[in-house]
Nanobody
């Protein structure tokens, strides 16, 4: 049973920064690309960043240039560094393994971590 435990969310002012962490169980890092998703109230969950097992990254246009995804295979942990945060970035952020090019997740969702950007 793979567990995904997100942390690092907080309330910040516009322009602020946060670093999210996702700890996983099981040996999934050597198999799957990993991604960070977010879901704002009333909106569909969207993939905002992905990183392959080889370290190649891809970002959603909405956050490109402001976020960096990274992974520590030894710790089974994936990170999302977010800078220059905007109110529209407010959402629950989740991590998951990425199944395919559509961005479909592999595992059940964890509890997520809340990011609130407000003055």
């Amino acid at each position: 049973q793979v567990q995904l435990v997100e942390s690092g969310g907080a309330s910040v002012q516009p322009g602020g920064s946060l670093r999210l962490s996702c700890a996983t169980s099981g040996d999934i890092f050597s198999i799957y690309a990993m991604g960070w998703y977010r879901q704002a109230p009333g909106k569909q969950r969207e993939l905002v960043a992905g990183i392959t097992t080889g370290g190649s990254t891809k970002y959603a246009d909405s956050m490109k240039g402001r976020i960096t995804i990274s992974r520590d295979n030894a710790k089974n942990t994936v990170y999302l560094q977010m800078n220059s945060l905007k109110p529209e970035d407010s959402a629950v952020y989740y991590c998951n393994a990425i199944r395919d090019y559509t961005g479909s997740p592999v595992f059940n969702w964890g509890q997520g971590t809340q990011v609130t950007v407000s003055s």
